[in-house]
């Protein structure tokens, strides 16, 4: 875990933030988890749902009834086996 010691406290869970364009940029140290939002506290919001997000401790895998409403067909949503696209390797 990401950790610092200014102070001789140690501090898990290190961020940065700094601001972009209109709004601001935040990453979670340990993850590399980085996200934005126009403030702020909304960049400190999304970062939070995003960490949880990527350590599991919210959401799901949607049911095929969750597609259906959202009008997928659950039978086309297949991930694939095709090769990534070249800004995703």
């Known amino acids: 875990m990401a950790s610092s010691t200014r ?3 140690v501090h898990e869970d290190e961020i940065r933030m700094w601001p972009e ?5 935040i ?6 988890v980085t996200t934005q939002g ?3 506290q909304e960049a400190l919001e999304m970062l939070d749902e995003a960490v949880a997000l ?3 401790e919210i959401g799901h895998e949607p049911t095929d009834e969750e597609l259906r409403e959202m009008g997928i067909d659950p039978e086309d949503n297949t991930t694939g086996d095709g090769e ?3 800004f995703m390797q």
Not at 21 to 25: A, C, E, I
Not at 27 to 32: L, R, S, V
């Open 7 to 9: 102070d001789g406290d």
């Open 21 to 25: 364009g209109d709004g601001w940029v």
């Open 27 to 32: 990453t979670h140290i340990e993850t590399g």
């Open 38 to 40: 126009d403030t702020r």
């Open 54 to 56: 990527h350590n599991g």
């Open 84 to 86: 990534l696209p070249d």
